[in-house]
């Protein structure tokens, strides 16, 4: 069978066209699709040379066809290298036949090209394209020919480029430093380059550089009329109406009609001479769209419909109806301002996580990993994610899981931990990508806001260079985020806040648009990130109290079946070769080992205390975690109104130290059981507010009050007996964090008697449908019998 498909219907009897016109609204039409994906011929002109798939990496392939190990075996990603720094070409031939040829317009697609590459159309040069976020949209009716065709696609070195790149730009461009490469076992100068910054290597990932197609790639042919891209912004206008505001842009000037219909509302607009058609639609008392954890998540299919002449296209978006805010007012007794989402009306306390790219390889990540991933994270009661600028804007797949699911997005353009290039044609690349990006996900209802970068604001005080020179990289930050991004992402898509940065202050003044400069990460303006490995971390009174910790975590290590995935029993031992070049954070171990000290009776000698430390360092993970989000939820009706919770990372992207609460291949770490657990809508939460001084809070992110519900405390001793309980009666406001019961610990332990010490006993709270516990002393000292023992 050929694999030239029409697209819709085309040439086919007058009476089957009869019976599927009364199933379709659209017929007649000319655009046919030729796939190109599937086998193609891949060589570096060297020493090797293969059947490969596309889409697909140059090196899953050399993987797949055993030419190399599986890169993610054990010292892969250094073995691999090689294949980053060598030219690697594509080629197959097309046949393609005269009604594909014969249409007006034959456009070659590409969703995505992993990055610098060249394309050739029977030996001619089509194009070069240089970025990996970008939409390719590439007109290539003059280069094809009925019968057999000849493709190429050329990918050039992503390292031979950006190190040519740096070379050749005027002046430093600061990022990673000769140290963290070195850490990171990465490669330089990623800012030079628009594809996933993660490639190069991070402190919890891999440097594998994927080169190759990620995405979808096809020739498209048509006569007049083809959809290029639509965009949908959507908005309460009034409480009960809701407007839609659809552009859709074709691929060339036509005259037609455009009608959008949802439901029973529909509109219709004729257009004379337009490429792009911008056309309104109001939506009476739709359902709404409510984030996980508040209300369902109501998507209704948008058709778009758009006739010219005897052609016709139609193409429809899911999209949700909600009210996004994000509430920036002063708050009583508080300097700064207020940083929280308000959707439909309701203050949301965001509950989740940073996500990273699941895998380096975008085509191991099959929509089974991607479901089971969402599994997950509903299990643990998440209803936020911010998408991580490190990595890639992520698949459509992946975001129409987020609407489903009710999964709020923060969405980071793709920039971290760096300065960057501002260069004319780096900026053009950028505006390229904004766009593209910005049509493609406008229409999720899961995004609610856009973030300029990743700790790229904070960075402007990281590095010698730039502190010599503020004033140099000040305005090139200037010139890339504020003047360049920031017009584009207001007149595309003026109903969703842009943030600078994450963490950023906010805006002095929105008109004119001034940042509030200074530290970002002051705890009364925006969000922060904090990290702080060496404090006791069951010890409250060192965290900050921000308005949203959007980044927060401690390391942990991947269970032994995960090891077991990528690696041999001889490097089952921290101090092995491959735990040493897998731990990327610079003394991640020692901190890990520190932490685990101060509360377990553990000291690691040698590597059959392997297993257990990979079992402690989950635990301190998940009760330091634990510790931190149920301090930043009590904050909640505090002056301090923290309202987000997004801890440091989802996933983790193969098997390596690092601070996700999923493991590589799906497994759930000791943090995602109590993620459950500490992110349920109502929380009893017991803390110590000062010594001896126990406080009892209940946290409740429900939309109606508690009342006259019981709360009880039960002491326990170490060795099983109840020694003590207590319970009263108390209520909670709708969304609420309310203190219920404040005691001084030694007199819960003097009501059972004068000898009872700390280190005897816990206590274990309950209320609702939730338990916590409290333990009164480090598990280093508690009394055991027999003594609590690690090997
Ligand atoms: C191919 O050649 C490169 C050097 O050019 C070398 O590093 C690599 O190991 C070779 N690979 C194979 C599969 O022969
Ligand atoms: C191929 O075409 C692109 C754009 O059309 C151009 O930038 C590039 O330099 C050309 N490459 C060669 C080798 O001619
Ligand atoms: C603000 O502080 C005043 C005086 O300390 C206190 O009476 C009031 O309850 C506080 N308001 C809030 C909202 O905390
Ligand atoms: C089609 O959309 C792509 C992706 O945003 C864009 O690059 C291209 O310029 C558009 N094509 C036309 C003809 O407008
Ligand atoms: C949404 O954007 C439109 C402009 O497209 C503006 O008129 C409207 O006031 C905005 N509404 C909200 C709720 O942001
Ligand atoms: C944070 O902002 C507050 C209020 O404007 C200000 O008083 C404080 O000095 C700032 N702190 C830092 C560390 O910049
Ligand atoms: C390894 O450590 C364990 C626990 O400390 C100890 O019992 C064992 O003797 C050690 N083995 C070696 C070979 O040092
Ligand atoms: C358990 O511990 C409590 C308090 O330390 C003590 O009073 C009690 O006798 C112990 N019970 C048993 C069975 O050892
Ligand atoms: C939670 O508690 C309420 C009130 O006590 C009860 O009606 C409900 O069934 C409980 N839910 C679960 C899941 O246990
Ligand atoms: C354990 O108890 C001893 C003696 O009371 C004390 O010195 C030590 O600091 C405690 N250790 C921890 C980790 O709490």
Redesign the pocket.
Known sequence: MSLLNNYFLNKISILFIFQILFIFSFTKCDIKVYDLSGDWKLTNNNNVTLTAKLPGSVQMSLYYSQIIENPIWRFGDTDTRWIAFQNWVYSRSLTLDSDFINNQKIVLEFDGIDTIAQITINQVNVTMTSNQFRLWRIDVTDFLHVGDNEMTITFFSPTDYVNEQAASYPYLVPGDTDSVINYYHGEKNRQFIRKAQCHFGWDWGPCLLPIGIHRSLQLISYQNLLINKTQINQYRKTQTTYEIEAKINLMQITTGSVTLTLDQFTQKKEFDSKQEIEIKLEVESPELWWPNGYGSQKLYELEIKVESGEETQEITKKIGFRHIELVEEPVSNSSGLSFYFRINDVPIFAKGSNFIPLDSFEGVVTKEVYDNFFESAIAANWNMMRVWGGGVYETDYFYDKCDEKGIMIMQDFMFACSMYPRNAGFLTEISGEIEDQIYRLSHHASIIVWSGNNENEAALSWWDPIIENPRLYVVDYSKLYLDTMRPIVFKLDPNRTFLSSSPSNGVLSSDPYVLRWGNPQNESYGDVHFYDYTMDCLDVSNYPSPRFASEFGFQSVDSIYSWQQCSVSEDWDIYSPLFEHRQHHPLGTFEMLGQIEMHFPFSY??A??FESFIYLSQVTQAICMQTETEHYRRLKSSPHKTYGTLYWQASNDWVAPSWSSLEHFGRWKILHYFAANFYSSVIVSPYESAPDELSVYVVSDLLVPIQNDRFSLELWSWNGSLLYSDSLSYSVQPLDSILVYKRPISSILSAVSQTLTRQDCFLHFSARNSSNLFFLSSFYNVTLTPKIHF?
């Open positions: 000698s040698n059959s205390q090997s």
